[in-house]
């Protein structure tokens, strides 16, 4: 088999030009999203679509071994890892806008900006003229799944050893990091716990917000028999949302159920 | 066209993630963005293994998947021990080895 005829088979083709200029330009705009979006929930989303861009690039790419674990470990099950963490986080996922040490980031811009056009110049003059030898006779006997379990298994054995190391290690380390270390009989059981609640001040349960309000999101107050708010109904961790009249106290009761009817909506609805 | 396009990407995406290293504050963030340098290395050495026509890049990039899903592990350990005890997951608040 000639340079040529292998060129020929392996030459990027009409489909994947296409798929990688639409997938390119998603990929990149998933990454630049996830520098820029200011919550870090929306950080991870726009990571998880590059790395769905990157796992169907390795799909084209002859690798279909490499693109089915990109999906299942990269967006399935890392990136869930990182969502749970942020949730466990909780409201301090936003960024801080202060700049510590002046001109950091116009800095970190240039140089970016400079280090992608060199090594981008650099990998595209060095390779410009490359022949690509492609995988197909790679992956001829017993398909690409196959060839990649046997290289690991001989060519590669002593580092697949070492990963269940590193990965046991890893487990271990992560568990002793996140346990929090609790004196023996410190923690309270339900019967400790319920004659606790018994004697203390309210041994029945908060008011639930928006019960009695006029409307039934959890960012309502609930409101006493006076019309007053609840102060034990509000919700941490979320900004309630009062209606002006019910905040000044101006309704009566008699007003607010002809209002719960559904009769008249405006003004009490939620902003 | 020549593969030679897949590695000009990888490496617009390693900037990308370098630069976000370096801008942003939140720890997790600044994971994540390690994160996509590792796929973006990735993506060059499947590049490179279709160049040169052996499946050892495809073994590269796997195992830099392991050490990625490891690392990620240890990390975001890391991360909520330190947010349980400064109450914060901002970079500039783990600033205690510095006195």
């Given amino acids: ?271 | 066209m020549s593969p030679t396009y897949y590695l000009v990407l990888a490496a617009i995406l390693f900037t990308i993630g370098a630069v976000g290293v370096l801008v942003r504050r939140n720890a997790i963030v600044v994971f994540m963005c390690i994160e996509l340098m590792l796929n973006s290395v990735n993506l060059s050495l499947v590049t490179f293994s279709r160049i040169n026509g052996s499946l050892d890049g495809q073994i590269m990039a796997f195992f830099v998947m392991v050490v990625a899903a490891a690392e990620a592990v240890v990390g975001l350990a890391i991360i909520m021990s330190i947010y349980r005890t400064r109450r914060s997951a901002s970079v500039d608040d783990a600033n205690l080895l510095k006195y």
């Avoid at chain 1, 054995?157 to 410190?186: N, Q, W, Y």
């Fill in chain 1, 1 to 271: 088999m000639t340079g040529t005829v292998v060129l020929a088979a392996d030459a990027v083709t009409g489909g994947e030009v296409v798929a990688f200029w639409i997938l390119g330009p998603i990929a990149l705009a998933g990454s630049i999203g996830m520098v820029l979006s200011r919550n870090a929930i929306h950080s991870a989303l726009w990571l998880v679509l590059t790395m769905m861009c990157l796992g169907a690039f390795y799909f084209i790419q002859q690798a279909p071994f490499l693109g089915a674990v990109q999906i299942i470990v990269y967006t399935g099950a890392i990136m869930i890892l990182f969502l749970f963490v942020l949730m466990l986080v909780g409201r301090d996922y936003s960024d801080s806008i202060v700049e510590t040490l002046r001109g950091q980031r116009v800095a970190a811009i240039v140089l970016g900006v400079g280090f992608a056009g060199v090594i981008g110049g650099l990998i595209g003059n060095a390779t410009a003229g490359v022949e690509s030898a492609g995988l197909a006779e790679a992956n001829a006997e017993g398909g690409n799944v196959t060839e990649i379990a046997r290289l690991l298994f001989t060519d590669y054995l002593l580092a697949f050893e070492l990963t269940s190391a590193l990965l046991i290690t890893a487990a271990v380390g992560a568990m002793i990091l996140a346990h929090i270390e609790r004196e023996p009989g410190s923690r309270l059981g339900q019967k400790e716990q319920a004659i606790a609640r018994v004697k203390g001040p309210r041994p029945q349960t908060l008011p639930g917000p928006g019960v009695f309000a006029r409307g039934d999101s959890v960012a309502q107050p609930a409101l006493l028999p006076d019309g007053s708010i609840a102060e034990d109904s509000r919700a941490t961790g979320l900004d309630m949302r009062e209606s002006p009249a019910i905040a000044a106290g101006t309704i009566d009761r008699g007003e607010d159920i002809t209002v719960d009817s559904g009769a008249n909506r405006d003004g009490v609805t939620n902003r």
